[in-house]
């Protein structure tokens, strides 16, 4: 269309003008003491708030020195590895976390029963909502997709902008059971009118886990083992709660100061976390890059050759990262990673992909020490959780478009829990300050410009 041509004409003509008078020197960040990304130096985060809800531990008191150690991350005090652990054998693992997140406390028998059925009976949609809202205008990009269906449920809320905290416990709970209908809608509806695939819209069993029902809406024939099932709810409750200060739960915590409705801080929670820098990681991509250039999975030679050419800019997306490796708060050890990789290596073996698991546990081994001598490394290096999230998913049958709104379905307890934290607590909105640098200049007449 013609005005169409003409903004971008004219955008490709101004967008200069935004790099000019846009840009800020670095140096100055050091001199002024601004903290870039909120983060010094060294990649810790600025303190901007209080939290009960989780812990991040990367690093021990010793004589007085701070000290990389091996990862923890414990909700509501206790260590997940210890919850994946009293899980074992168990359903409703996800359920049971985030029963602990929201409430505080783990549940009985009967409480978790209780909740466990509560989430089950949320998974619902109004009448026509995947028709109208989901099928209407589908896309690759199924966070968006989800974006738009949760902004759009505020429409059937009479108590939308209600900030009582039962009202906000419903409107999160009911999150929490419609995003994996969401997730998995949004992808059948683009993959049905972008990719000319079948459609199929499978209801949730009411006796079914989430990590269960996801699987059961997914595929064709609704069927999963109970390992995917278990392997699955385990990446989900990895996945759901991360501190205060990611960049999604603090987006969640900033929108929630301000007064706004629970469906607006979750939707722009959403928005962050597909950010590329966020959730939406490039790991599998390279993963098909590496297997593409390593035909010998054993050769440990050749495998650590090829990372060498990724991070010296000479392979891949040449920017110099092996993506999965290092965190931004764990030093030594992710604490999530090393509690799923056994579940990883069960399901690989399932499925026979055993050498697909030898080229990961080589990369593994060999990345950390090269990217420990290749680089100014202040606190360790080591897979995260996302290293072998990707590997199960695909094993999982899950496509790749699903991958980060997966991260979400999980995420959105962490969130909900964090947004009934700020209301209960805080009741003050966050309003951090910058430095101007703007200089004062005196103004122009039109005519004389």
Same mark, same amino acid.
């Given at each position: 269309?013609?005005?169409?041509?003409?903004?971008t004409?004219?955008v490709?003509?101004?967008?200069?003008?935004?790099?000019?008078?846009?840009?800020?020197?670095?140096?100055?960040?050091?001199?002024?003491?601004?903290?870039?990304?909120?983060?010094?130096?060294?990649?810790?985060?600025?303190?901007?708030?209080?939290?009960n809800?989780?812990?991040?531990?990367?690093?021990?008191?010793?004589?007085?020195?701070?000290?990389?150690?091996?990862?923890?991350?414990?909700?509501?005090?206790?260590?997940?590895?210890?919850?994946?652990?009293?899980?074992?054998?168990?359903?409703?693992?996800?359920?049971?976390?985030?029963?602990?997140?929201l409430?505080?406390?783990?549940?009985?028998?009967?409480?978790?029963?209780?909740?466990?059925?509560?989430?089950?009976?949320?998974?619902?949609?109004?009448?026509?909502?995947?028709?109208?809202?989901?099928?209407k205008?589908?896309?690759?990009?199924?966070?968006?997709?989800?974006?738009?269906?949760?902004?759009?449920?505020?429409?059937?809320d009479?108590q939308?902008?209600?900030?009582?905290?039962?009202?906000?416990l419903?409107?999160?709970?009911?999150?929490?059971?419609?995003?994996?209908?969401?997730?998995?809608?949004?992808?059948?509806?683009?993959?049905?009118?972008e990719?000319?695939g079948?459609?199929?819209?499978?209801?949730?069993?009411?006796?079914?886990?989430?990590?269960?029902?996801?699987?059961?809406?997914?595929?064709?024939?609704?069927?999963?083992?109970?390992?995917?099932?278990?392997?699955?709810? #385990? =990446?989900?409750?990895?996945?759901m709660e991360? *501190?205060?200060?990611? $960049?999604?739960? %603090?987006?969640?915590?900033? @929108?929630?100061?301000?007064g706004?409705?629970?469906?607006?801080?979750?939707?722009?929670?959403?928005?962050?976390?597909?950010?590329?820098?966020?959730?939406?990681?490039?790991?599998?991509?390279?993963?098909?890059?590496?297997?593409?250039?390593?035909?010998?999975?054993?050769?440990?030679?050749?495998?650590?050759?090829?990372?060498?050419?990724?991070?010296?800019?000479?392979?891949?997306?040449?920017?110099g990262?092996?993506?999965?490796?290092?965190?931004?708060v764990?030093?030594?050890?992710?604490?999530?990673?090393?509690v799923?990789?056994?579940?990883?290596e069960?399901?690989?073996?399932?499925?026979?992909?055993?050498?697909?698991?030898?080229l990961?546990?080589?990369?593994?081994?060999?990345?950390?020490k090269? #990217? =420990?001598?290749?680089?100014?490394?202040?606190k *360790?290096?080591?897979? $995260?959780?996302? %290293?072998?999230?990707?590997? @199960?998913?695909?094993?999982?049958?899950?496509?790749?478009?699903?991958?980060?709104?997966?991260?979400?379905?999980?995420?959105?307890?962490?969130?909900?829990?964090?947004?009934?934290?700020?209301?209960?607590?805080?009741?003050?909105?966050?309003?951090p300050?910058?430095?101007?640098?703007?200089?004062?200049?005196?103004?122009?007449?039109?005519?004389?410009?």
């Amino acid at each position: 269309m013609e005005y169409m041509e003409n903004l971008t004409e004219y955008v490709e003509k101004q967008a200069s003008l935004c790099q000019q008078h846009d840009v800020i020197d670095k140096e100055l960040y050091a001199r002024y003491g601004v903290k870039r990304g909120l983060r010094d130096e060294n990649g810790q985060g600025v303190l901007t708030g209080l939290t009960n809800i989780s812990q991040i531990i990367a690093f021990k008191d010793v004589d007085g020195q701070k000290v990389p150690c091996d990862g923890q991350l414990l909700y509501r005090g206790y260590d997940v590895q210890d919850l994946v652990k009293g899980g074992k054998g168990k359903r409703h693992i996800f359920e049971e976390a985030a029963y602990l997140l929201l409430f505080g406390e783990l549940p009985t028998e009967a409480q978790l029963s209780e909740f466990s059925s509560v989430i089950a009976e949320s998974m619902n949609l109004p009448t026509n909502f995947t028709r109208d809202v989901i099928m209407k205008a589908p896309s690759v990009d199924i966070m968006n997709s989800m974006t738009r269906s949760v902004l759009t449920l505020a429409s059937y809320d009479n108590q939308a902008t209600n900030l009582d905290i039962d009202n906000v416990l419903r409107q999160c709970i009911g999150l929490i059971g419609t995003f994996p209908m969401m997730a998995v809608y949004g992808y059948h509806a683009y993959n049905h009118y972008e990719n000319d695939g079948s459609m199929y819209i499978h209801r949730p069993d009411k006796d079914a886990s989430v990590a269960e029902n996801i699987l059961r809406m997914l595929r064709p024939d609704m069927k999963y083992t109970e390992l995917e099932a278990r392997v699955l709810d #385990i =990446a989900l409750l990895l996945h759901m709660e991360h *501190g205060g200060g990611n $960049n999604s739960t %603090f987006t969640t915590r900033v @929108v929630t100061s301000s007064g706004s409705d629970t469906y607006s801080a979750i939707a722009a929670a959403l928005s962050s976390l597909k950010g590329r820098k966020h959730g939406g990681a490039n790991l599998q991509v390279m993963m098909d890059d590496i297997k593409e250039h390593i035909k010998d999975y054993h050769d440990e030679e050749a495998i650590e050759a090829y990372l060498d050419k990724l991070l010296n800019k000479q392979a891949y997306d040449h920017k110099g990262l092996i993506y999965g490796m290092g965190h931004a708060v764990y030093s030594l050890s992710d604490p999530r990673e090393k509690v799923f990789k056994s579940f990883v290596e069960q399901l690989a073996a399932a499925k026979g992909r055993d050498e697909d698991m030898t080229l990961y546990n080589n990369i593994e081994k060999i990345a950390p020490k090269l #990217i =420990a001598k290749e680089r100014k490394i202040y606190k *360790g290096v080591s897979p $995260n959780v996302d %290293f072998y999230s990707g590997f @199960v998913y695909e094993m999982l049958g899950i496509p790749r478009e699903l991958y980060t709104p997966l991260f979400a379905v999980a995420r959105i307890v962490g969130w909900s829990a964090h947004r009934i934290e700020e209301l209960v607590t805080t009741d003050k909105i966050i309003r951090p300050a910058y430095k101007s640098l703007v200089k004062y200049r005196e103004y122009v007449d039109r005519d004389a410009r």
